[in-house]
């Protein structure tokens, strides 16, 4: 199939829902464009502008533009790939991308810290051990930003603790 807009083929193809009409028939457009076309259409879609029209001192469009040639230097992938594929290359890019990526794991997931599952019959010494080794970490970050009175707080915390485990 080729592109909509030029003469390349399209790889992607996109559906616009617009809602239901009177008779409950949803109503919607299909695009089908090659990966250039569909960002200038996704652009347009979001702004309301031309791609084209939007002059290239604009500092959104330079910074978008930096943040698609950054490139992870062990697997090459760069940040315009991942968007398009929803997949990073390797372990490494979660750090090369880190600044972009932050934001959206938190839009998707609510948090950016897995706490992941413990199972039921966990012993309570393992509960205390997790519990402290958080308290200590934040305990050191607390006194990294010279928050002496959470500095404080924490420490008593911590020795509330310890004094449960014995």
């Given at each position: 199939?080729?592109?909509?807009?030029?003469?390349?083929?399209?790889h992607?193809?996109?559906?616009?829902?617009?809602?239901?009409?009177?008779?409950?028939?949803?109503?919607?457009?299909?695009y089908?464009?090659?990966?250039?076309?569909?960002q200038k259409?996704?652009?347009e879609?979001?702004?309301g502008?031309?791609?084209?029209?939007?002059?290239?001192?604009?500092?959104?469009?330079?910074?978008?533009s930096d943040?698609?040639?950054?490139t992870?230097?062990?697997?090459?992938?760069?940040?315009?790939d991942?968007?398009?594929?929803?997949?990073?290359?390797?372990?490494?890019?979660?750090?090369?991308?880190?600044a972009?990526?932050?934001?959206?794991?938190?839009?998707?997931?609510?948090?950016?810290?897995?706490?992941?599952?413990?199972?039921?019959?966990?012993?309570?010494?393992?509960?205390?051990s997790?519990?402290?080794?958080?308290l200590?970490?934040?305990?050191?970050?607390?006194v990294?930003r010279?928050?002496?009175?959470?500095?404080?707080?924490?420490?008593?915390?911590?020795?509330?603790?310890?004094?449960?485990?014995?």
């Amino acid at each position: 199939m080729r592109c909509q807009r030029c003469p390349k083929s399209a790889h992607i193809h996109i559906t616009d829902i617009h809602g239901a009409n009177a008779d409950g028939a949803y109503m919607f457009d299909e695009y089908h464009f090659c990966e250039d076309c569909a960002q200038k259409f996704l652009f347009e879609s979001a702004t309301g502008k031309s791609a084209e029209a939007k002059p290239e001192t604009d500092p959104e469009a330079t910074e978008l533009s930096d943040l698609n040639q950054r490139t992870c230097p062990n697997c090459g992938i760069t940040f315009k790939d991942f968007r398009l594929t929803g997949r990073l290359g390797c372990p490494q890019d979660y750090e090369v991308f880190r600044a972009d990526l932050m934001p959206l794991l938190e839009n998707i997931h609510g948090e950016v810290q897995h706490v992941g599952k413990a199972p039921r019959r966990q012993p309570a010494s393992a509960n205390r051990s997790r519990e402290l080794t958080a308290l200590r970490k934040q305990l050191q970050q607390a006194v990294g930003r010279e928050d002496y009175e959470e500095a404080a707080r924490l420490r008593d915390r911590i020795r509330q603790v310890e004094q449960q485990s014995d």
